[in-house]
C-alpha cells in the first residue's frame, strides 16, 4: 500500500469517526416537551383521536395534562393546572376539534381512561 493509499483510508475512518460521534451525540439533545415529571401522578385520563392523544394526571393539587402528536411539526406540549377540592376521571372530558373549529368523531366519548 503506497503513501496517497494510507491517507485515504485514514481520512475515510476519520471522517466515519466524526459521523457516528455526530449522529450519537445528536440522538441525546431532542429536548424533553414534558418538562414536570409524572412519575408517581395518578392518570385520571387517557385519550387518543387520530395520530394525537392526551394524558392526564394528578400530582397533589396540580393536574398536569400531556399533549402528544405524531405529526412531524408537534413535538409536544404540557400543561399545568391547579384544582381545588377532589376532581376526579368523571370530570374530565376531553373533546377533539379541528383547526376550523369541528368536532372530530373517533375517540370514546373522551372519557375514562
Known sequence: MDKRTGA??????????CIVLLKRNDAGNHENP?????????LLMSSREGFDSVTIYRMGDL??????SDAEFFDGAQFTVEAEGEIGPEDIEVI???????IRRGDEGGRGS
Request: proline fraction near 3%; charge should be negative; glycine fraction near 16%.
Open 34 to 42: 414534558f418538562p414536570i415529571s409524572v412519575i408517581g401522578g395518578e
Open 8 to 17: 485515504t483510508c485514514i481520512l475515510i475512518l476519520l471522517l466515519l469517526g
Open 63 to 68: 393536574l398536569v395534562i400531556n399533549a402528544e
Open 96 to 102: 377533539w376539534t379541528t383547526l376550523g373549529g369541528r
